[in-house]
């Protein structure tokens, strides 16, 4: 079955760190750009960052940059987003999205989300 | 940085009604927009990609058009099952998604 399941979300505090994963089944995960997207409740995605099929190339919103880090691991079809020093306004559901061509970043699959909350 | 602005933010329409959704890049993005459906408390899905290819497995009644900064994407026909709020987004050099349009049923 194709799909993405992410997990790792929860409460954390301000200024901590949190680690969030995204596994992947049925397809050829280092084909794929993977993506981290957001949405803050009852508000719109806000695209959060990107790393290539290569592992290597990576890409951030300004938002985040120099806080979260996002990485893969090709050799188990995972996905991760490490988040640090998040901030309360960084409280959203997290989806990691597929990547539907090559280069370009529009994502025909999406998993279920997890939800951050950062809170004191 | 490229803002994208959808229009209207909200609409009402009865069943049967044809709608249209407006997307608004503030600068030239050639064809690199797509348009997801997000029903409530679902994950988005993929309706249209390169501002009008309609993705495997999307009704016909859903189209997109346009190119450069002004895109449309139409419900030729709304049905019960297309409540939802809509997305569009550019994937030029980078991903920046409109503000979303909520469409109801009257």
């Known amino acids: 079955q194709v799909q993405l399941v992410e997990s790792g979300g929860g409460v954390v505090q301000p200024g901590w760190s949190l680690r969030l994963s995204c596994a992947a089944s049925?397809?050829?995960?280092?084909?794929?750009?993977m993506h981290w997207v957001r949405q803050a409740p009852g508000k719109g995605l806000e695209w959060v960052a990107v790393i290539g099929d290569d592992e290597k190339t990576q890409y951030y919103a300004d938002s985040v940059k120099g806080r979260f880090i996002i990485s893969r691991d090709n050799s188990r079809n995972t996905l991760n987003l490490q988040m640090n020093s998040p901030r309360p306004d960084d409280t959203a559901v997290y989806y990691c999205?597929?990547?539907?061509?090559?280069?370009?970043?529009?994502?025909?699959?999406w998993g279920r989300g997890t939800l951050v909350t950062v809170s004191s | 940085d490229i803002q994208m602005t959808q229009s209207p933010s909200s609409l009402s329409a009865s069943v049967g009604d044809r709608v249209t959704i407006t997307c608004r890049a503030s600068?030239?993005?050639?064809?690199?927009l797509a348009w997801y459906q997000q029903k409530p408390g679902k994950v988005p899905k993929l309706l249209i990609y390169a501002a009008s290819t309609l993705q495997s497995g999307v009704p016909s009644r859903f189209s997109g058009s346009g190119y450069g900064t002004d895109f449309t994407l139409t419900i030729s026909s709304l049905q019960p099952e297309d409540v939802a709020t809509y997305y569009c987004q550019r994937y030029n050099s980078a991903c920046t998604f409109g503000q979303g349009t909520k469409v109801e049923i009257k």
């Open positions: 049925g397809f050829t995960f280092n084909r794929h750009g």
């Open positions: 600068q030239g993005i050639s064809n690199f």
């Open positions: 999205a597929r990547e539907a061509e090559h280069f370009n970043w529009y994502f025909d699959l």
